[in-house]
């Protein structure tokens, strides 16, 4: 298991479709920011589909750690992570 951020900039009418698929992998934590633990392999088939969905001008910055534990994360406010976890 990795664990990764996933931040995108698309055309604003075509954001509910990148929405859309990162929503099935990660939480999605800031308008477009995703982050969460995955598979390898299920990380280079979303790469795979973040690739195909993507049009000129457009870009997504996948941020791979070993582990969550290897991140120094701190939010200010309520964290979306939190409701996950409880499930």
């Known amino acids: 298991m990795v664990y990764v951020i996933v931040v995108y900039d698309m055309e604003a009418d075509r954001t509910r479709k990148m929405l859309k698929l990162l929503r099935r992998y990660l939480t999605h934590v800031q308008f477009s ?43 200010h406010g309520e964290d979306p992570t939190e409701d996950e976890r409880f499930l």
């Open 33 to 75: 920011v995703f982050e969460g633990e995955i598979t390898k392999g299920t990380l280079e088939e979303l790469d795979g589909k973040i690739q195909d969905l993507l049009k000129d001008g457009e870009s997504t910055i996948i941020y791979e750690l070993g582990t969550e534990s290897v991140l120094d994360r701190t939010v």
